[in-house]
């Protein structure tokens, strides 16, 4: 096993050297596009509406009901994705956040079916570019979250808009699942990780149940 890509709250995608499987509540299943999309994924995430989305070196891929398409721009593949994640769009709408070419895009569903790559309203200064992004899903009482890892700090956007979240030093990594965020940074062979839940961050504990 190379690898391990989460899809889901019950499947992930997994990819060894005979190719990519889908492991659901148990199983291991080799789908039918598995020849077609092959090993090498950069990253995956699911949106709002339940849609499983993988990026990989041949382009930005939308799997739904075990049927597997291909998102294109301008008839061409999204090919050169570096990193992704879900969360809302600036306008509140279910999004797809993705870094290409050092910038960033969003894609929304504008109708059933049909979707729009857009730019953002991203606060990025000249030569500055995007090298991670996290999501934080929407609670009680809260909606979710974009967090991006620049090459120069963290931004974090939420329904006030951007702002720059201030830490001691400057992150190497992001990791979000559910309401938590995991931000950390290598410091020699100990990594120091922080944690962000409801508003506060936690270093180096593991999150509460």
Known sequence: MRATFRLGPHSA???????LFLADQGWLIEPLWQE???TGIVATAQTADGAAWLAHPTGLFQ???GVLASLKLSGQPLTGITTMTAAPAEDGLPGL???REGKLNVVVASAPGVYQVRGTDAPLAGG?????LAGLSAGTGTTGETWVLTSTRLLR???DGWSTVALPSRPEQLLGAGRYLWAARANGST???RTRRSGAWRRGCPPAP
């Open 36 to 38: 077609v999309l092959g």
């Open 191 to 193: 990594p120091t990780t």
């Open 63 to 65: 799997l739904q009901g």
């Open 157 to 159: 956007r939420n329904p």
């Open 97 to 99: 956040w993705f870094a």
């Open 13 to 19: 995608l997994v990819e060894t050297d005979s190719g």
């Open 128 to 132: 500055e570019t995007v090298q991670a």
